[in-house]
Structure formats: structure tokens, C-alpha cells
């Protein structure tokens, strides 16, 4: 099966340290941050349709038939505007609004699955049947249930909140600009890119802000809740220029965001998104045909961690390697990669696009080990994968929303820093080809063979940029890429928060990251 991070590339942020763009929240548990996000949720997903904690525990006793080894509710509430800007004009905004409930059964590996965009207690009891029903039935199910006439609620129950997070503020970042804050925000980006340089002759930007709201009830009463910002700004350049007598366009594109306000994005930040952006475009008015062959590749910082998420990351998902579908199944504790190499997932990064202070099945969220020195040491898990390996969750449950089941998913997912200095690096390619950034990517989670199309990068000889070049593909095998790596920069980064993964159908915000490194005797594809 291919997986795919289908995304534009991004040149990785400038923090202001490592250390500074690594803050995790390590301490305990935030009581009072956890009880007000669930107290917030509650009087968003439960008080407006007459539903209480009460109600909640009789569907999931509805929904425990026998055999059933798990069971949750998932409501979930989810504002999202947009707004669009092409050619100097704000063309589109949008805004909208998504809720409803989701509600699961586990027997052994079959579940049954029904959600609803109807939150009352009426629809919830007739999801919760039907779930009993597949369950029933022994077979594996998902179905969709329409509006219900209101019935009568249960009697009072008690419930347990489970502990969380707290690496970011709880609040709606829509509100945090106006809209015509939003369209000057848009304007002033496109003038600063065009101002930037003569040839540069389109600007396309986009502004979105997310406020989502989850409350996770389980059938042994735990009740956890999230409340999640999230804003995103897009920037996407064209230059032209005459090349030998022919104009040529070539595109640069930039940009970020995290589980911030809209005020996040000052002037200095801009600044950064343009010129990277439009360095980019120039970079690739004057590359040449790629070479083709198998040689050496130094990756850049940041960003090019995709290839690490696509490449090493899908296949250390649990239901991958529960299945023996995994190139990485069955190999805890081998070496599966060079001596230096140390890969995690770490979704307790403050602020961080993928970063949650639970995860979609209301447990707290974790910094995974995968990888320890060139060792394998972990997966990633949901709770049925980790039962059924007889492990534990790691806080990697995630779902696109309601209407999905979730599933082991990664968060924040980077290499750690090794000993060596960027230049010296690059320094050491006799001949190779420097890739600073990459578009998109696809993984064979079988074989771990995958392919990435570098959308910024170098020729090198002797230690020196040559000259940038276009169309370069890189092609390897995972677990044997890890194998050939011989030198770790210095300088980890992680990208400037663009990253959205897609696995079966779903699509979640993800992180990636990674120092500088050399891979020995990858393939590239080249148009030369």
C-alpha cells in the first residue's frame, strides 16, 4: 500500500535556537488546564443538545455486548475559514462549521463503527444500537445515521478525567484577527513579494485558521477533551525571465503556521515566507536537467525530514507491523539503520503543528523513541494495535474527524542532531547532489521502497555547488537508506508547520524534521 504526504514543500523555519523550537511539557499533567478544556467541551458538544456525562455512559453500555474489548464516543466540533488572495485580489474566503459523533466498538481486530451529524440523544442511542448490532454480528462495520426524534435520558453516572497535556492555549484563533485584518495581511504579503524582485510575476497566498473542539468518553468511564487552534499561511511565487530567447516561469513556494493565533504571523515572519519563497523561484530560473544515476545525496535540514516521515515512519505505525505488513515487522531491537541515527515521535512539542495534548482516543500524548542509535525500539500505537501486541499506547491514536476511526498515526516526527557541520558535509560529496527541499513523496510500506521529487536542489563536485538543477527524483529502499547513512549535521530543524499526512483516506497536521545528513549510493532519477 502507498502513503503520501501530498504537500508543498516548505523551506524549514529559522527558530531562534533547537533547543527553543524543541520545548516540551514534560512536567506533570496540567489538572487545571485538563478541566477547563473538558469543562469548554462540554458546554460546546453536550450542554446545547440537553446531553450530560449520564447520557454518555448509557450508550457506551448500550454499545458493550459481549466480547466487546473497547468502546468510545467522539464528538467533535470543528470551525474553519480560509481566505485566498491571486493576482492583488482576495478572490475567496470561506467559513464553516462541522460536528457530530462518532461512536466504536472493538472485538478483538473487528470494529463496529457508526457516527452521526446529529448531536441529541436520540441519534446517539440508535448509533449506539447499531453498533451493537454489527458487534453482534461478528463482523467488522462503519455506518452513518440520520436525525433522530428526541427520547428519554438516563439517570445520572460518574465518570474518571484522564489526565493530558497542556502545550497550547485554549482558545479560538479565528477570532484573533478581523476580517479586515485578514485581507491586509494577505495584500501586504503579495506587495512585499513582488517588491522583493522584478521578475517576480504572480503571487498566490492563503490564510486559514481552525478552532477544534473533541470530547473522548471510553467504556471504563475515562472522559478526556482537546480543544485545538490551528492557522496555516501559504505563499506561492512565479518568476519569469528570457532564457535564450524563450521566457521561462518557474515556481518558489513557502510558508507555516502552528497551534498559534493569527497574530503569529508579524512582519519578521512574512519577511522569512517571501524570501524564501522567491529565492526559491530564482534559484530555478537558472537550474539545469538533473543528472540521473545512482550516487551520494546530502539532504538539507527541516523540511527533507519528509522523506524520514514517508520512508521510516509509515512503517513503524503498530497496525502495519501487527499485520507483518511492515519491512520493520518483527525486527525490535536489530539494527535498522547506521550507528548515530536516532529517529522520534514526539507529540508533546508546544505549539507544534502535530503536536496534541491527547490524542483522538483521549490519551495523553508521548516522545516515542523509534530508533535509538541505529537500534529499533518502538512503534507507534492506537490502543487496539497496542492490545493486541500486548503493549501500550503511545498516544498516536488519530482520526481525520468523527466520521473516521482512528488509527496509529505519527505526530511530530524528527532525526536527532548528530556532530558534524552543514558545510563540512556538503564539503565531503565528490560528486552528488545536495537536496534542500523536496515536494512530494510516496512510500511501499511492504518493501519501504520510496520515491521523492526534489523541488530545490544542487549539483556538486568536489565539495562545491555546482549549480541547481530541476526534475531530480531520489529513490531508495527505507530501512537500506538508513543503513548508508555516514555523516549528521549539527543543525536539526524542524519544518515551519505545513506538514498534513494522508494514510487510508485520512488526513491529519503532522510534523517533520532533521539535521543535514549524507546518504551513501541513492538512485536519482534525472532528466539529463
Same mark, same amino acid.
Not at 514543500?9 to 514534560?26: F, G, M, N, Y
Not at 485538563?34 to 454499545?63: D, K, N, V, W, Y
Given at each position: 500500500?502507498?502513503?503520501?504526504?501530498?504537500?508543498?514543500?516548505?523551506?524549514?523555519? =529559522?527558530?531562534?535556537?533547537?533547543?527553543?523550537?524543541? @520545548?516540551?511539557?514534560?512536567?506533570?499533567?496540567?489538572?487545571?488546564? *485538563?478541566?477547563?478544556?473538558?469543562?469548554?467541551?462540554?458546554?460546546?458538544?453536550?450542554?446545547?443538545?440537553?446531553?450530560?456525562?449520564?447520557?454518555?455512559?448509557? %450508550?457506551?453500555?448500550?454499545?458493550?455486548?459481549?466480547?466487546?474489548?473497547?468502546?468510545?464516543?467522539?464528538?467533535?466540533?470543528?470551525?474553519?475559514?480560509?481566505?485566498?488572495?491571486?493576482?492583488? #485580489?482576495? +478572490?475567496?474566503?470561506? $467559513?464553516?462549521?462541522?460536528?457530530?459523533?462518532?461512536?466504536?466498538?472493538?472485538?478483538?481486530?473487528? =470494529?463496529? $463503527?457508526?457516527?452521526?451529524?446529529?448531536?441529541?440523544? %436520540?441519534?446517539?442511542?440508535?448509533?449506539?444500537?447499531?453498533?451493537?448490532?454489527?458487534?453482534?454480528?461478528?463482523?467488522?462495520?462503519?455506518?452513518?445515521?440520520?436525525?433522530?426524534?428526541? @427520547?428519554?435520558?438516563?439517570?445520572?453516572?460518574?465518570?474518571?478525567?484522564?489526565?493530558?497535556?497542556?502545550?497550547?492555549?485554549?482558545?479560538? /484563533?479565528?477570532?484573533?484577527?478581523?476580517?479586515?485584518?485578514?485581507?491586509?495581511?494577505?495584500? +501586504?504579503?503579495?506587495?512585499?513579494?513582488?517588491? +522583493?524582485? /522584478?521578475?517576480? @510575476?504572480?503571487?498566490?497566498?492563503?490564510?486559514?485558521?481552525?478552532?477544534? @473542539?473533541?470530547?473522548?468518553?471510553?467504556?471504563?468511564? *475515562?472522559?478526556?477533551?482537546?480543544?485545538? /487552534?490551528?492557522?496555516?499561511?501559504?505563499?506561492?511565487? #512565479?518568476?519569469?525571465?528570457?532564457?535564450?530567447?524563450?521566457?521561462?516561469?518557474?515556481?518558489?513556494?513557502?510558508?507555516?503556521?502552528?497551534?498559534?493565533?493569527?497574530?503569529?504571523?508579524?512582519?519578521?515572519?512574512?519577511?522569512?515566507?517571501?524570501?524564501? %519563497?522567491?529565492?526559491?523561484?530564482?534559484?530555478?530560473?537558472? !537550474?539545469?536537467?538533473?543528472?540521473?544515476?545512482?550516487?551520494?545525496?546530502?539532504?538539507?535540514?527541516?523540511?527533507?525530514?519528509?522523506?524520514?516521515?514517508?520512508?521510516?515512519?509509515?512503517?513503524?505505525?503498530?497496525?502495519?507491523?501487527?499485520?507483518?505488513?511492515?519491512?520493520? &515487522?518483527?525486527?525490535?531491537?536489530?539494527?535498522?539503520?547506521?550507528?548515530?541515527? =536516532?529517529?522520534?515521535?514526539?507529540?508533546?512539542? &508546544?505549539?507544534?503543528?502535530? !503536536?496534541?495534548?491527547?490524542?483522538?482516543?483521549?490519551?495523553? =500524548?508521548?516522545?516515542?523513541?523509534?530508533?535509538?542509535?541505529?537500534?529499533?525500539?518502538?512503534?507507534?500505537?492506537?490502543?487496539?494495535?497496542?492490545?493486541?501486541?500486548?503493549?501500550?499506547?503511545?498516544?498516536?491514536?488519530?482520526?481525520?474527524?468523527?466520521?473516521?476511526?482512528?488509527?496509529?498515526?505519527?505526530?511530530?516526527?524528527?532525526?536527532?542532531?548528530?556532530?558534524?557541520?552543514?558545510?563540512?558535509?556538503?564539503?565531503?560529496?565528490?560528486?552528488?547532489?545536495?537536496?534542500?527541499?523536496?515536494?512530494?513523496?510516496?512510500?511501499?510500506?511492504?518493501?519501504? +521502497? $520510496?520515491?521523492?521529487? &526534489?523541488?530545490? &536542489?544542487?549539483?556538486?563536485?568536489?565539495?562545491?555547488?555546482?549549480?541547481?538543477?530541476?526534475?531530480?527524483?531520489?529513490?531508495?529502499?527505507?530501512?537500506?537508506?538508513?543503513?548508508?547513512?555516514?555523516?549528521?549535521?549539527?543543525?536539526?530543524?524542524?519544518?515551519?508547520?505545513?506538514?498534513?499526512?494522508?494514510?487510508?483516506?485520512?488526513?491529519?497536521?503532522?510534523?517533520?524534521?532533521? /539535521?543535514?545528513?549524507?546518504?551513501?549510493?541513492?538512485?536519482?532519477?534525472?532528466?539529463?
Amino acid at each position: 500500500m502507498n502513503t503520501s504526504l501530498p504537500i508543498a514543500a516548505a523551506r524549514a523555519a =529559522t527558530t531562534s535556537s533547537v533547543a527553543s523550537s524543541l @520545548v516540551s511539557d514534560k512536567a506533570a499533567p496540567a489538572v487545571a488546564g *485538563t478541566r477547563q478544556r473538558l469543562a469548554l467541551a462540554e458546554s460546546l458538544l453536550l450542554e446545547p443538545f440537553g446531553l450530560t456525562r449520564s447520557h454518555l455512559q448509557q %450508550a457506551l453500555a448500550a454499545m458493550h455486548a459481549r466480547g466487546v474489548d473497547d468502546a468510545d464516543l467522539y464528538f467533535q466540533s470543528t470551525h474553519s475559514e480560509g481566505w485566498s488572495l491571486e493576482e492583488g #485580489i482576495v +478572490k475567496t474566503g470561506s $467559513f464553516s462549521i462541522d460536528q457530530g459523533v462518532g461512536l466504536r466498538a472493538i472485538s478483538g481486530e473487528k =470494529t463496529a $463503527f457508526a457516527y452521526s451529524d446529529d448531536i441529541s440523544w %436520540a441519534a446517539l442511542m440508535e448509533a449506539a444500537n447499531q453498533v451493537r448490532s454489527i458487534g453482534s454480528s461478528g463482523q467488522s462495520g462503519r455506518v452513518r445515521v440520520g436525525r433522530q426524534k428526541q @427520547v428519554q435520558p438516563p439517570a445520572p453516572a460518574r465518570a474518571r478525567v484522564a489526565p493530558s497535556r497542556s502545550l497550547y492555549a485554549a482558545f479560538n /484563533p479565528i477570532g484573533t484577527l478581523d476580517s479586515a485584518a485578514k485581507v491586509a495581511l494577505l495584500e +501586504k504579503v503579495e506587495k512585499m513579494a513582488r517588491a +522583493k524582485d /522584478p521578475r517576480i @510575476v504572480q503571487v498566490m497566498a492563503g490564510l486559514g485558521a481552525e478552532y477544534d @473542539v473533541v470530547l473522548v468518553a471510553r467504556l471504563d468511564g *475515562t472522559l478526556a477533551a482537546d480543544v485545538r /487552534p490551528m492557522v496555516r499561511m501559504s505563499l506561492t511565487v #512565479i518568476a519569469e525571465q528570457m532564457v535564450e530567447g524563450e521566457v521561462r516561469r518557474e515556481v518558489g513556494s513557502s510558508g507555516g503556521g502552528g497551534r498559534l493565533g493569527l497574530d503569529y504571523f508579524d512582519d519578521a515572519l512574512l519577511q522569512q515566507y517571501v524570501d524564501e %519563497a522567491v529565492e526559491a523561484a530564482l534559484i530555478n530560473l537558472e !537550474s539545469r536537467p538533473a543528472p540521473a544515476g545512482e550516487m551520494d545525496v546530502v539532504l538539507g535540514s527541516g523540511w527533507p525530514g519528509v522523506l524520514l516521515h514517508e520512508a521510516v515512519g509509515h512503517g513503524l505505525e503498530g497496525d502495519f507491523n501487527r499485520k507483518g505488513s511492515s519491512a520493520f &515487522a518483527g525486527r525490535m531491537g536489530q539494527r535498522v539503520a547506521a550507528k548515530g541515527v =536516532t529517529v522520534l515521535d514526539d507529540g508533546t512539542l &508546544a505549539n507544534r503543528r502535530g !503536536s496534541l495534548n491527547v490524542d483522538d482516543e483521549g490519551n495523553p =500524548t508521548q516522545r516515542t523513541v523509534l530508533i535509538e542509535d541505529g537500534i529499533l525500539t518502538g512503534y507507534l500505537q492506537d490502543r487496539m494495535n497496542a492490545r493486541l501486541m500486548r503493549s501500550q499506547s503511545t498516544g498516536n491514536g488519530r482520526r481525520e474527524s468523527y466520521a473516521h476511526l482512528p488509527m496509529p498515526r505519527m505526530t511530530n516526527t524528527y532525526m536527532l542532531a548528530g556532530q558534524d557541520e552543514p558545510q563540512a558535509i556538503i564539503g565531503s560529496l565528490k560528486r552528488g547532489l545536495y537536496a534542500r527541499n523536496f515536494g512530494g513523496g510516496q512510500v511501499d510500506i511492504t518493501s519501504g +521502497k $520510496f520515491v521523492f521529487s &526534489a523541488s530545490q &536542489a544542487w549539483w556538486v563536485e568536489n565539495g562545491k555547488l555546482q549549480y541547481p538543477v530541476k526534475g531530480a527524483t531520489i529513490i531508495g529502499n527505507g530501512p537500506d537508506a538508513l543503513t548508508r547513512v555516514t555523516m549528521i549535521g549539527n543543525d536539526l530543524q524542524l519544518d515551519s508547520g505545513v506538514g498534513t499526512c494522508g494514510k487510508e483516506g485520512q488526513s491529519v497536521p503532522v510534523g517533520v524534521g532533521q /539535521p543535514t545528513m549524507r546518504i551513501n549510493g541513492l538512485t536519482v532519477g534525472g532528466t539529463a
